[in-house]
């Protein structure tokens, strides 16, 4: 099954917003605690949102469409995150989300991308052969396990305060899938 | 670990707006696709939280204030969301879901709950008795359960387009951790 990229497209822009309405101006209960030692909070997970738009899906686009599967991609640091919150408040880090992500998907309308480019192939440092459409497909996929990561985290705050009903709750049966989501 | 009542209520103002971010005006990708057989797609899932602001939060709430121990709930009806959907636009439902949260959460703010009262019992058809502090945690975990569950929804859509990234995206890990959630 191939993405449309319209589609695609169409649900990369939302994801600021998304982010906006659920953490912006919030109390510290939803936005500063984690699920234990180790972990991201939301503020965290924004950093590495943003740390990917600079770091991956553009900049691999690009390497893909100018250099095919010739140059491998550089791997992507997943903990590039603490750099892009040092100093910065959470209202900084969504606006600053929302300016790259905007400035992105200018880039990718730009690239008038046809079929038979989508269709080309990159060099990925561990996963070995991609193409472009799933590069595409997975820049939509990695905001959606980071708002499940970000659900779950602020579930998390209310595990106790939820009392019997925690075996109704989905959410609080979900241990999370990786190290990061 | 109980809940403050105040985050709770800033959590539950904002979920509609979450809603409307990612789901209003999107391709039918994201809105009436789901899981597989007899799973749910977003827009089922809006009518489910809808019902559950009729016949769930408040008028439970009510029921222990005025009767504490001495009147069961009524069993919530999983599928009353059907009734919701039937005939409705995803913009009707969502713009419904706005309404009557809001309505909700004015009837909460007049309550004027004290910790005392954040403490009374009520008793629930399966789980027995329950405080009215630990249904309020619920409304907010409910939400998230339901949040959890979208991006679970959507991310499915791509299951296939992402190719050999789905090993890094925990949301395509994620079965899912009850019949509706």
């Not at 990159?122 to 905001?143: C, I």
């Amino acid at each position: 099954m191939e993405q449309n990229l319209q589609d695609t497209l169409s649900f990369l822009t939302r994801t600021p917003a998304v982010l906006n309405a659920l953490l912006r101006d919030q109390p510290e209960t939803w936005t500063l605690r984690n699920e234990g030692e180790s972990t991201w909070n939301p503020f965290n997970v924004v950093g590495h949102l943003i740390h990917a738009e600079r770091k991956d899906w553009i900049p691999r686009a690009k390497i893909i469409l100018q250099f095919g599967e010739s140059r491998t991609f550089e791997p992507f640091d997943r903990e590039g995150n603490l750099r892009e919150c040092e100093g910065k408040s959470l209202a900084e880090l969504l606006d600053e989300f929302a300016r790259v992500r905007s400035q992105n998907l200018d880039e990718l309308r730009a690239m008038n991308l046809r079929p038979e480019d989508l269709a080309r192939r990159g060099s990925h440092p561990s996963l070995g052969v991609v193409t472009l459409s799933a590069l595409l497909a997975t820049w939509a996929v990695h905001d959606l396990t980071h708002l499940h990561q970000i659900s779950r985290i602020m579930a998390h705050q209310y595990r106790e305060a939820v009392g019997p009903w925690s075996e109704y709750l989905g959410v609080l049966k979900c241990s999370g899938h990786s190290s990061s989501s």
